[in-house]
């Protein structure tokens, strides 16, 4: 009677799961995106699917299938008795998951149902999210009779799950990867089924190398022709990984890169302190490598853009000069930038040292150090958006001119990037990641047209000859919150490898903070003080409390305290950042 009694609770929780009951969290502390350890097999709710009762009307088994559906076995035996006996043969439930908005529940005409839902995308079979291009998913099950009992005998493609039953039954994992010619690793979203997490699938992202989308900035795999010949072990934290024979042609210099790419991605399976390419049971020479030839999960740090950092003093604009701190008295910056007055519409400030500002003015942008003469240096960049330095103290400018102009400007000069493969997109915010690499684009959906919804997205970031070249690639994330589309985007800001904070709204309500995932698949909402009308955001991620400012069109200034909490700060201020 136990092992009954669990089983009827799990279909309880699955069917709340798979009708559309809230599982997203609504608050939350402001943290950096955690850094997840998973227990192998750890996740989700345990899904246990009853077989097709008998006599049952097409609905039932319908609704026993996309219960089914939601469960981990790799061989859908329980899903395939929901089906006619061709097409259990036909259908491939490893080949894709089609994601579907949560809440829709399937329709009844006469003798046959079928399924009308939001489309939010499809995860392929290597485990990466692609946005769907459709705005509904339309399924007819085809309901038949065989053997004097309902059927379906049109099944999707994969699996097909609810937003809510996909969150509950995959987990996010990221895949790393050095693009050509650079030591940052860049981070790969996956998605894998609870149950199916562990050092061997771990491994086998990493030598089946990045998804589609991320390889068009990838230099040439090395590691096309290895794969594993077992499991991955570990003895006692170091996990060894059994590589073909064709690893012995790897090089040092690529023996240590697919090391370290496997131990980024394994750093998250608990118990795991390093790892050891194995041939034929012997260790792999790897520069940097113990005694026992194994390398140190530790050393991931050091090639990871990701890294957290430490809390800074918020820098802002104050009657005209720059000030840092900025709250709760502005104390003007040391030299010109902090004496004289100009009008600055956005600025960024380095932390090299001395420090620099790029500040957009009516005199374009202006370049040049804390706590020295004028700025030295301009851009002629029509319509700039706020400028951004990278981690080798460079400067993106973009322009919000339609089409999109961008440029990254160095000591040598200002080097033109291609946008051709945007499109003739219209930016009206940008964010370059911490790897530089990809780069969150807000664009307005309808070129040419000022009060158009504005979209977020990704993009990769092409480089030759060790410069930042193209921008392409470009990947819209579908972000909805109750079902309704946020089209109204403030600002955006990277908050880890794969996450972000949106500041927006679906253009009918008060704008909000919101944390989602690069797919838009996971969404929280953080909250908003009230009357508010934000116009920018500032964001600090550190081991702590990430900082989060945001810049009301009044000058004031709000700080994010955690679980809805806002503080507010005395202005004027016409323009906030950190130093980056």
Request: glycine letters at 10%; a negative charge.
């Amino acid at each position: 009677m136990r092992q009954r009694s669990l089983r009827v609770t799990a279909v309880l929780v699955a069917l709340v799961v798979l009708a559309g009951c809230a599982t997203i969290p609504t608050s939350g502390p402001v943290v950096s995106e955690p850094r997840q350890v998973f227990n192998e097999g750890q996740g989700g709710i345990t899904v246990v699917p009853e077989p097709p009762p008998q006599g049952a009307p097409p609905a039932t088994i319908v609704r026993g299938f996309l219960l089914a559906m939601a469960s981990f076995d790799p061989t859908y035996a329980t899903a395939k008795a929901y089906l006619t006996a061709d097409a259990a043969k036909a259908w491939q439930p490893t080949s894709e998951v089609l994601i579907y908005g949560s809440g829709a529940t399937p329709q009844v005409t006469g003798d046959q149902v079928s399924i009308s839902a939001l489309s939010i995308g499809r995860v392929s079979a290597d485990g990466s999210f692609t946005g769907s291009e459709e705005t509904q998913w339309k399924h007819d099950f085809g309901m038949v009779q065989e053997d004097g009992e309902w059927r379906i005998s049109n099944p999707p493609t994969g699996l097909a799950l609810s937003q809510d039953a996909f969150s509950s039954s995959f987990k996010r994992i990221n895949a790393y990867f050095f693009p050509e010619s650079s030591q940052v690793l860049v981070p790969d979203p996956r998605y894998v089924q609870s149950g199916a997490w562990d050092r061997t699938r771990a491994a086998n992202l990493v030598l089946a190398g990045p998804s589609d989308w991320l390889s068009t900035i990838m230099g040439e795999s090395v590691f096309s022709g290895i794969s594993l010949t077992g499991d991955v072990t570990r003895d006692p934290g170091v996990a060894d990984i059994p590589l073909s024979d064709a690893a012995r042609s790897l090089s040092l210099k690529e023996a240590w890169q697919l090391a370290v790419e496997i131990a980024a991605t394994m750093r998250d399976v608990t118990g795991v302190t390093g790892v050891r390419l194995m041939v034929d049971g012997t260790p792999l020479t790897i520069p940097g490598a113990a005694p026992d030839g194994s390398l140190p999960i530790s050393i991931v740090g050091s090639y990871d853009s990701s890294a957290v950092g430490v809390p800074q003093t918020l820098a802002g604009v104050a009657g005209g000069v720059v000030a840092q701190p900025l709250v709760p008295t502005p104390v003007p910056v040391p030299g010109d930038w902090g004496e004289t007055s100009r009008t600055i519409d956005s600025f960024a400030m380095s932390q090299s040292s001395p420090a620099q500002i790029a500040a957009v003015t009516d005199e374009g942008l202006l370049i040049g150090p804390v706590g020295g003469a004028a700025p030295s240096r301009t851009v002629d960049l029509p319509q700039l958006l706020r400028p951004q330095y990278d981690s080798a103290g460079n400067i993106w400018a973009v322009s919000s001119a339609d089409p999109a102009q961008v440029s990254y400007v160095t000591k040598n000069g200002v080097v033109p990037i291609d946008t051709t493969q945007l499109g003739g997109m219209a930016i009206r915010g940008f964010q370059v990641s911490p790897d530089g690499r990809r780069i969150i684009l807000v664009r307005q959906v309808a070129s040419g047209a000022e009060d158009s919804p504005l979209e977020v997205g990704v993009a990769l970031i092409g480089y030759e000859n060790g410069l930042p070249a193209s921008i392409g690639s470009w990947q819209p994330i579908r972000l909805t919150w109750g079902g309704v589309p946020l089209n109204s985007v403030i600002d955006v800001a990277w908050l880890g490898p794969s996450s972000l904070l949106v500041l927006g709204s679906s253009g009918t309500t008060a704008p909000e903070l919101f944390f989602t995932d690069l797919d838009g698949l996971e969404i929280d909402e953080w909250g908003s003080p009230q009357n508010w009308d934000p116009v920018q955001m500032a964001v600090n991620v550190t081991s702590v409390n990430t900082q989060v400012y945001v810049l009301d069109r009044g000058g004031s200034i709000w700080s994010y305290q955690g679980s809805y909490s806002w503080t507010s700060a005395p202005g004027p201020a016409s323009a906030i950042g950190f130093p980056s």
